[in-house]
């Protein structure tokens, strides 16, 4: 586990999140509000195996995360932490149907105080 708010747990991706990775990264609606293109599901993988082994890379300043939900450990979304020369920058993403139920108000609270503690800037 990375942190957690009350209702929500961030923690690495896993390979078993491929399908709902795929939900997330296929939706058009979700991608309107970030940059990324619509990928196949093997595209998907291979993006989420390269996520993954970001997870191993000394000094690495691009982080991905998983969101499940407390309740039923399912996955709902991700959250990014890119630390770089230009700007540090987080976001979310939420499966749609996730969406208008407060998580994104919850993760971003305590997203602030996460960054504040590893040291990555407003």
């Known amino acids: 586990m990375i ?17 709902a990775f795929h939900n997330l ?3 058009p609606n ?15 993988e291979k993006e989420l195996n390269n996520l993954i082994a970001k997870y191993f890379v000394l ?10 939900r407390k309740s039923d450990k399912m996955f709902i ?5 890119v630390k770089d020369k230009l700007e540090d920058e ?7 149907e996730f969406w208008k139920l407060g998580y ?7 997203l602030i105080l996460y960054c504040k503690q590893i040291g990555i800037k407003k």
């Open 3 to 19: 942190f957690e708010t009350q209702r929500l747990i961030v923690r690495k991706l896993i390979l078993a999140d491929l399908q």
């Open 30 to 44: 979700v991608l309107k509000y970030a940059t990324g293109e619509i990928k196949s599901l093997e595209e998907n």
């Open 59 to 68: 000094n690495n300043d691009f982080w991905i995360y998983a969101i499940e």
């Open 104 to 110: 994104a108000s919850e993760i971003c609270e305590a």
């Open 77 to 81: 979304g991700t959250v990014a932490l």
């Open 25 to 27: 990264e296929s939706n």
């Open 90 to 96: 987080i976001g979310y993403r939420f499966i749609e």
